[in-house]
């Protein structure tokens, strides 16, 4: 069955230090990998994916995130985190039938 | 660049009654996907459609019922509504050829009291 891990609930990280958000997955194929953000009462906004190709993806506003199939994990990366990254973030998987499996989701706190 | 729209944003209801949820895709996309998201919870996917008919369905309750019109908009009908159907109900929409970029609606909040 697939699923979809987000190891930390909340990460609190100070303005200018580095984020990394873990995400693990199962998945019986090769998975179609999202990372989300979505800030209070609002909707998701799709941040990167990653559907084949380089294991490294660039996405929107600085993140990136790498596949790494040997862990089955897809990491959300960010060199230097901004006030306005105060967000819940989900990892999700597409999976057969075009559904989507999230993650709990990792809230993120960004201090002065 | 156009959004996917839904309507309304906010809604109360009393427990027992019924709410209609209304979804309108991106130009173009001929697939919508409904999800809820409870308190804390993550997404959870209920049921799609694809050219106006049902595509897949999820863990959506036999009191709800969804459908998809020629324009491609979708309505999400609940009845007997409990408390515990209150949530944050997320419409998205893709294009067949491309299903996995979904993209997201800002929400409808249902309190059921």
């Given at each position: 069955a697939q699923s979809v891990t987000q190891p930390d609930i909340h990460i609190t990280v100070s303005e200018?230090?580095?984020?990394?958000?873990?995400?693990?997955?199962?998945?019986?194929?090769?998975?179609?990998?999202?990372?989300?953000?979505?800030?209070?009462?609002?909707?998701?906004?799709?941040?990167?994916?990653y559907f084949s190709g380089d294991t490294l993806v660039q996405g929107i506003k600085g993140f990136e995130a790498e596949f790494k199939r040997s862990q089955s994990s897809f990491n959300l990366r960010k060199p230097s985190v901004?006030?306005?990254d105060a967000a819940e973030y989900f990892c999700a998987v597409?999976?057969?039938?075009?559904?989507?499996?999230?993650?709990?989701?990792?809230?993120?706190?960004?201090?002065? | 660049a156009a959004g996917v729209i839904q309507s309304p944003r906010h809604l109360i209801k009393e427990k027992r009654e019924t709410a209609t949820l209304k979804c309108y895709p991106i130009p173009r996309h001929d697939t919508v996907y409904w999800y809820q998201q409870g308190p804390?919870?993550?997404p959870q996917f209920l049921i799609s459609f694809y050219e106006k008919m049902q595509s897949d369905k999820g863990s959506i309750p036999d009191r709800f019922s969804a459908q998809q019109f020629s324009d491609y908009h979708?309505?999400?009908?609940?009845?007997?509504?409990?408390?515990?159907?209150?949530?944050?109900?997320?419409?998205?929409?893709?294009?067949?050829?491309?299903?996995?970029?979904?993209?997201?609606?800002?929400?409808t909040r249902l309190t059921v009291t």
């Amino acid at each position: 069955a697939q699923s979809v891990t987000q190891p930390d609930i909340h990460i609190t990280v100070s303005e200018g230090a580095s984020l990394e958000l873990r995400c693990n997955y199962s998945y019986g194929a090769t998975p179609y990998l999202f990372w989300y953000v979505q800030s209070p009462g609002q909707g998701l906004q799709l941040l990167l994916k990653y559907f084949s190709g380089d294991t490294l993806v660039q996405g929107i506003k600085g993140f990136e995130a790498e596949f790494k199939r040997s862990q089955s994990s897809f990491n959300l990366r960010k060199p230097s985190v901004h006030w306005s990254d105060a967000a819940e973030y989900f990892c999700a998987v597409g999976a057969a039938g075009n559904q989507f499996y999230f993650g709990t989701g990792t809230s993120l706190t960004v201090i002065p | 660049a156009a959004g996917v729209i839904q309507s309304p944003r906010h809604l109360i209801k009393e427990k027992r009654e019924t709410a209609t949820l209304k979804c309108y895709p991106i130009p173009r996309h001929d697939t919508v996907y409904w999800y809820q998201q409870g308190p804390g919870q993550d997404p959870q996917f209920l049921i799609s459609f694809y050219e106006k008919m049902q595509s897949d369905k999820g863990s959506i309750p036999d009191r709800f019922s969804a459908q998809q019109f020629s324009d491609y908009h979708s309505e999400l009908n609940m009845s007997s509504l409990e408390l515990g159907d209150s949530a944050l109900y997320f419409c998205a929409s893709s294009f067949q050829g491309a299903p996995y970029e979904q993209y997201f609606g800002p929400g409808t909040r249902l309190t059921v009291t």
